[in-house]
């Protein structure tokens, strides 16, 4: 059975400085795995996601994510936090051979002025 | 083009009552997804459509709820005798074509209250 954990409720960064939100997975298959951020009283959007491609990937807004196998980890990254990155963010597995997505809890990133 | 839509935005109805959620997805989009969102927790998954049949509706908690997709575009999520606990934040999604790895483009909810 697929699970995801995020290790964070809440996180809390200064503008300029590094955002990491921590993401683990479980999985009986090759999974997919995606993130998601979703703004105030806006959609979710898709940030970036692993398709057993490049271990690294690289979103939009400066994020990316780097598939751990060994780890079974999924970690979000950006260098340097933007005051507009302030959102929930979900950390997402698909299974191969079904359609079932499962999302974690999500992550609230605050960053500070 | 035009994204995701649902209506209605907001439903309030009363404990005991039938309601009906729509779903529009992107044109051309074969896949659609049903989720539920209740406050400070992430989308749980309902329900998966690929073309006009549910491949996959093990996420629907009981028999209260159903969903349709007759034409393989507009879907309606369907709840009878609505509980307290059923208030939540209805998300709908759609994606291209039947690989798992698609994108999933989400519309904005219907956030559903019941009495």
């Known amino acids: 059975a697929q699970s995801v954990t995020q290790l964070d409720s809440h996180v809390s960064v200064s503008e300029g400085t590094p955002v990491l939100l921590r993401c683990n997975y479980s999985?009986?298959?090759?999974?997919?795995l995606f993130w998601y951020v979703q703004h105030p009283n806006k959609g979710l959007q898709l940030l970036l996601k692993y398709t057993s491609a490049a271990t690294l990937v690289k979103g939009i807004n400066g994020f990316e994510a780097e598939f751990k196998k060994s780890e079974t980890s999924f970690h979000l990254t950006k260098p340097s936090a933007h005051m507009s990155d302030a959102a929930e963010y979900f950390c997402v597995v698909s299974e191969a051979g079904g359609f079932k997505t499962i999302f974690g809890a999500g992550t609230r990133l605050f960053v500070k002025a | 083009g035009a994204g995701v839509s649902q209506t209605p935005s907001n439903k309030v109805t009363e404990k005991g009552k039938y309601v009906e959620l729509r779903c529009d997805p992107i044109s051309g989009h074969t896949a659609l997804y049903w989720y539920r969102q209740s406050l400070g927790q992430g989308p749980e998954f309902l329900i998966y459509?690929?073309?006009?049949?549910?491949?996959?509706d093990s996420g629907l908690p009981n028999d209260r709820f159903f969903a349709v997709r007759p034409e393989g575009s507009v879907s309606t999520l369907k709840i009878q005798r609505t509980e307290r606990g059923d208030s939540a934040v209805y998300l709908c999604?759609?994606?291209?074509?039947?690989?798992?790895?698609?994108?999933?483009?989400f519309g904005p909810g219907t956030r559903l209250t019941v009495l």
């Open positions: 459509f690929q073309g006009t049949g549910a491949a996959d």
């Open positions: 999985s009986s298959y090759s999974p997919s």
């Open positions: 999604a759609s994606s291209l074509g039947t690989d798992r790895r698609d994108t999933q483009y």
